[in-house]
């Protein structure tokens, strides 16, 4: 046997020797935990804000936003006498913040009657408070309705054009599900604005809630009908469809509105209607609610940017004209920045 050979040969005697050795110590040793990739980790889910806390914060952003105009009202009304210009002011004022011709003639009259009455004893303030509530409407059913009937989930359909903040709003409603312990779907119908979708997952894995969503140009009514599907398949209690942002002037997208409507009630009623209106573009969204309560019969009206300065009176406008309550508002960018909508609390923010 050559040196070389046997040079090979005890190389390979120390290379099994080192082997067995290093395995005997590992074998003594306790197993160390494998670090996850942090791409793997589950993203930490946020904790959304509870109803009362949202009240208390958007109370007072709200009457930083709209005490303007109840402090121009009062201006007028607390004036020794009141003249024919003084009324004619008094209305002006109420018509630019959108509350509408009718409302607006009717407050008036209905001032000018209890203050003439009451003379000096009047409180000004408190008269003009009462019959703004009184015009808001403290009688109607505000509750959103987000529970079904018979063990199924309550089915909230969501709809609104371009630009209202309807896809947000849907992440919004469903973030303050997610803080009362409800067992959230969401539903992405608008299959037609890029990245609609995406936006959409992207509220949902926030809190995690899962999304159901197709291809870009999918039927807005098969994935309606595969979320209310899935939601009654996991038990969920409340399934959320955003749908597209369609323009209310086109006959053909309103039908299709009310296409998807009919194909999800194959699955499970639908429990809420909401329309989503920026308050900003007043008269407009009246005209758009209009024709939305033909398509799909809405039942309630999610109002968003609200903290614009001189349209509240848009809460009145559309409540008055279809008799679709306001049951949401929307105050600000945040995402919690959505709660329930109160008439005297409104009224009170309204006159600072």
Do not use: Y
């Not at 050795?21 to 990739?37: A, E, H």
């Not at 913040?97 to 009259?109: K, N, R, T």
Request: aromatic letters at 2%; proline letters at 4%.
């Amino acid at each position: 046997m050559t040196a070389v050979e046997l040079l090979l040969i005890g190389l390979a005697v120390l290379l099994v020797v080192a082997t067995v050795s290093g395995l005997l110590l590992l074998r003594g040793k306790p197993t160390q935990p494998r670090q996850p990739d942090a791409r793997t980790q589950a993203p930490v889910l946020e904790r959304p804000e509870v109803v009362e806390g949202r009240l208390a914060r958007l109370r007072g952003r709200l009457a930083r936003s709209q005490g303007a105009l109840g402090r121009g009202l009062l201006t007028v009304l607390s004036r020794d006498r009141l003249t024919d210009d003084d009324w004619e002011s008094l209305e002006d004022t109420l018509l630019t913040a959108d509350v509408g011709v009718g409302p607006a003639q009717e407050l008036v009259a209905r001032l000018r009657t209890r203050l003439r009455a009451e003379s000096a004893d009047a409180d000004a303030r408190q008269v003009l408070r009462e019959e703004l509530v009184a015009l808001v409407d403290p009688s109607l059913d505000r509750s959103v309705h987000t529970s079904g009937r018979d063990g199924g989930p309550g089915v909230v359909l969501v709809v609104g054009v371009n630009g209202t903040g309807k896809t947000t709003t849907v992440g919004r409603i469903a973030r303050v599900l997610v803080a009362d312990d409800k067992r959230v779907l969401l539903g992405a119908a608008d299959t037609f604005r890029a990245a609609a979708a995406d936006q959409l997952e992207t509220w949902g894995n926030r809190v995690g809630v899962e999304t159901v969503r197709g291809a870009e140009g999918t039927d807005p009514a098969s994935v309606g009908f595969d979320a209310v599907r899935t939601g009654l398949e996991r038990g969920v209690d409340t399934v959320l469809v955003d749908t597209a942002g369609r323009l209310h002037t086109k006959a053909g997208l309103m039908d299709e509105l009310g296409k998807v409507k009919r194909v999800i009630e194959k699955q499970a009623p639908v429990t809420e209607v909401l329309l989503v209106i920026d308050a900003t573009t007043g008269q407009n969204g009246l005209a758009q609610a209009r024709v939305f309560r033909e398509a799909v019969d809405v039942t309630g009206i999610a109002l968003t940017k609200l903290d614009g300065t001189a349209k509240g009176g848009i809460v009145v406008a559309v409540q008055r004209d279809l008799g679709v309550p306001v049951k949401l508002v929307g105050l600000g960018e945040g995402p919690d920045d959505l709660a329930p909508f109160d008439p005297e609390e409104f009224v009170d923010a309204l006159l600072g």
